[in-house]
């Protein structure tokens, strides 16, 4: 079955970028019915959308992070990776990745899509602190 | 951004009880709303997707209903296994957002 796995640093100094990397394995990331996502939680709070990539290389991102944010696919590998830029203690969170499971159906003659967090990885806590 | 309003934000119930939380969200968003457990040191579970569906696997005491604005998700026989923290979730505009989530707990 699928699976996902984060990877990346557990500390970052503030103002540096933070890194992570997402290893989807027993499935391909390039699957046509599926986003991959990234979504944070800092201590004891609770839970927020960060964006999500198509295997084509598009990408959507909630615009509070916008700025500072970039998701990137690299299908050869299997893996998508996040990058933010410029982090503060507020940007300390367990950071998830999740693949997005998309069902496209047609009413009134409209196409609706159907989206659903339906894997997740195990999550990574990153620390940012001096 | 599309706010989602749970509540309670904390419950204490026996087992074997039934057990009701619901969801608001600040503007109409049909039925594009699933739910999640997230037990401690854990990911997030998908139980119901598009408000009233059972994902695979997912026992059958857990439900979910609502439609517009108003969502409901229930438990029909409280287990010990069902102590986490439940989130709804909307999908029908980006950003995607949470719930603030409700924890459960064995009274």
């Known amino acids: 079955q699928v699976q996902l796995q984060e990877s990346g640093p557990g500390l970052v100094k503030p103002s540096q970028t933070l890194s992570l990397t997402c290893t989807v394995s027993?499935?391909?990331?390039?699957?046509?019915?599926?986003?991959w996502s990234w979504i944070r939680q800092p201590p004891g709070k609770g839970l927020e959308w960060i964006g999500y990539?198509?295997?084509?290389?598009?990408?959507y991102y909630n615009p509070s992070l916008k700025s500072r944010v970039t998701i990137s696919v690299d299908t050869s590998k299997n893996q998508f990776s996040l990058k933010l830029s410029s982090v503060t203690a507020a940007d300390t969170a367990v950071y998830y990745c999740?693949?997005?499971?998309?069902?496209?159906?047609?009413?009134?003659?409209?196409?609706?899509?159907?989206?659903?967090?339906?894997?997740w990885g195990q999550g990574t806590m990153v620390t940012v602190s001096s | 951004d599309i706010q989602m309003t749970q509540s309670p934000s904390s419950l204490s119930a026996s087992v074997g009880d039934r057990v009701t939380i619901t969801c608001q969200a600040s503007q109409d968003i049909s039925n594009y709303l699933n739910w999640y457990q997230q037990k401690p040191g854990k990911a997030p579970k998908l139980l119901i997707y598009?408000?009233?569906n059972l994902e695979t696997g997912v026992p059958s005491r857990f439900s979910g209903s609502g439609s517009g604005t108003d969502f409901t998700f229930t438990i029909s026989s409280l287990q010990p296994e069902d102590i986490a923290t439940y989130y709804c979730q909307q999908y029908d505009n980006l950003p995607v957002t949470f719930g603030q989530g409700t924890r459960l707990e064995i009274k």
């Open positions: 027993g499935g391909s990331i390039s699957s046509g019915d599926y986003y």
């Open positions: 999740a693949r997005v499971r998309r069902v496209v159906t047609m009413v009134r003659g409209a196409f609706i899509k159907h989206d659903a967090f339906d894997i």
């Open positions: 598009d408000a009233s």
């Open positions: 990539i198509y295997y084509s290389g598009s990408t």
